[in-house]
């Protein structure tokens, strides 16, 4: 299946949008039929769904990029309207996941859950709708915690109009729960979405490597609060099957009609403020890593790699954190010197990672083989750390070239690379998991999770004047502000439950 033929349905999903996305208001009036959208094909639904997880510019600018990239020091900017460079709060911008999520995929997904759910010839369709409920709510709960989950999107089909809030504690189960009945409940026998389905043309074999894949993702995001089902997951997923090479990533493809551009891309064809980060860029060269200079590239070709550091402004009056009294910094002669000096020092990101035409990643092969290898260090998985570490490095390398040839990197160069860098037993934990933070670029939600996990890499903090979180790195993001309008009872015992809506407290996960 092309790429064209899968974006030749565009036009159709639309309607399906109009239909389903309509429910922000006269619950009571729509949900005297709620069969009413039945009648649209589930491919397109489908269709629809996977380009709102992949999202728009609104969410992937807010809260995938101004805020968890630059926590997580992937990015380093001045503007003050990146407020996550500085650990400050915009509302509108910590809950933009929330605010998309919630108005359009989940309305869209459960009115899919329901119209799939009764007849057995639709069972595939079913469980893949489970997985990809799954990859979204599991990124809105690791950033804020209890959410609504059991009840959420619920007002076109059962009037909910205030959905509880369902802890953590609760959501993680369910989510894992939701993945293994999709594992063992796809056959390849019974009929599946066809060419609707953008990441696997309703292969069940990938689906099921996918939920499997995700299972060991979520089941090693409880090693702190419960080690115990954290292995029985981790080793349930990989005697289920995971990801086995490069041709089984979950990615959302985008082409040229316009609602299907890939939000980063949309993001910096938009915003040229990001630079990579001054921790980024020093860590890549300290390990010669090539993926630098696919990830970034210089203003000035030729010109030295150098990272931007976090937490600073421009201006010059500041001394602790104005960018002008950086040592990296070098000050233009004049206003029109193009030379190395002023922003031109800094690596930006590589204009091959940043197309509205490319990929959008969900998970990669190179995630699940470091996962592996961490689930062999805890002694959970027989295979080889070392092995499954080099397979996740190579990987993590290769896959790059999905973005196009010049992203491509030599197979001599990963060898070498693996030559200089092998796995390492004596700090295993923490070369693995600094491996996954250098994998998932962009999708700078995975690497906020894989960070508060494990504390890896050993990032250091900034303490700008008037940050919201104490100077340490965020533990969450904070809910949408109009909750405590629309939601209050919900919403209240949600802040009782879990604790103050602030960046600094830990969710159930997280403790």
């Known amino acids: 299946m092309t790429q064209l033929k899968r974006l030749s349905l565009f036009a159709v999903v639309l309607t399906c949008s ?22 649209i094909n589930p491919d397109f639904k489908l269709t629809y769904i996977q380009l709102l997880t992949s999202g728009g510019r609104y969410e992937n600018w807010r809260t995938n990029l101004i805020y968890s990239s630059t926590m997580i020091q992937h990015f380093a900017t001045l503007p003050g309207f990146w407020a996550g460079d500085k650990y400050g709060y915009v509302g509108s911008y910590s809950a933009a996941l929330w605010d998309r999520y919630y108005e359009n995929a989940v309305k869209n997904i459960e009115d ?107 089941g090693m995001r409880l090693v702190k609060v419960d080690p115990g089902a954290a292995q029985s997951w981790v080793q349930k997923a990989i005697a289920g099957g995971t990801m086995e090479s490069n041709d089984d990533i979950a990615y959302v493809p985008h ?35 090539p993926r630098l200079f696919v990830y970034g590239q210089t203003p000035i070709p030729g010109a030295d790699a150098v990272g931007m550091p976090n ?95 010049a992203a491509a990197i030599a197979s001599d160069d990963i060898d070498a690379y693996l030559a200089a860098n092998p ?26 999770a894989n960070y508060r996990r494990t504390g890896f890499p050993e990032l250091t903090p900034i303490n700008f004047p008037g940050n919201q979180a104490g100077g340490q790195i965020p533990r969450r993001l904070r809910y949408r502000e109009n909750e405590a309008v629309a939601n209050p009872t919900n919403y209240a015992a949600a802040i009782s439950a879990q604790g103050p809506d602030e960046f600094t407290t830990r969710m159930w996960w997280d403790k």
């Open 18 to 39: 109009i239909l389903i996305a309509s429910c922000d208001s006269g619950f009571e009036e729509m949900n005297v039929n709620p069969t009413q959208a039945d009648q």
């Open 112 to 218: 899919l859950l329901v119209q799939t759910a009764e007849d057995p010839e639709m069972a595939n369709m079913h469980h893949i709708t489970n997985i990809i409920a799954v990859i979204g709510y599991h990124r809105l709960t690791d950033l804020y915690g209890d959410i609504p989950y059991s009840q959420a999107g619920k007002g076109f089909t059962e009037g909910i109009t205030q959905p509880v809030y369902d802890a953590q504690s609760f959501i993680y189960p369910d989510m894992l729960a939701r993945l293994e009945a999709a594992a063992t409940g796809l056959n390849a026998s019974n009929p599946t979405f066809g060419d609707g389905d953008l990441m696997y043309g309703g292969d069940v074999d990938q689906w099921r490597k996918l939920a499997n894949s995700l299972m060991l993702r979520l």
């Open 255 to 289: 082409g040229a009609p316009p609602n299907t551009r890939n939000g980063n891309g949309e993001v910096f064809a938009t915003d040229g403020s990001p630079r990579m980060s001054e921790f980024f860029v020093n860590w890549m060269l300290d390990h010669d890593d």
């Open 311 to 405: 937490g600073r402004v421009t201006g010059g009056s500041n001394a602790d954190f104005g960018i002008e009294n950086h040592s990296s910094w070098v000050p233009c002669q004049t206003e029109d010197d193009d030379e190395l000096c002023g922003m031109n020092v800094y690596m930006v990101p590589n204009d091959v990672i940043k197309d509205v035409d490319d990929p959008m990643f969900l998970m990669t092969y190179a995630e699940v083989e470091l996962l592996k290898a961490e689930a062999a260090v805890r002694g959970w998985h027989s295979g080889d750390a070392a092995t499954h570490y080099a397979n996740g490095v190579r990987a993590a390398m290769e896959y790059l070239a999905m973005y196009g040839d």
């Open 423 to 448: 796995y390492d037993a004596s700090k295993g934990l923490q070369v693995i998991n600094e491996q996954i933070w250098a994998a998932v670029l962009l999708n700078e939600y995975e690497a906020y």
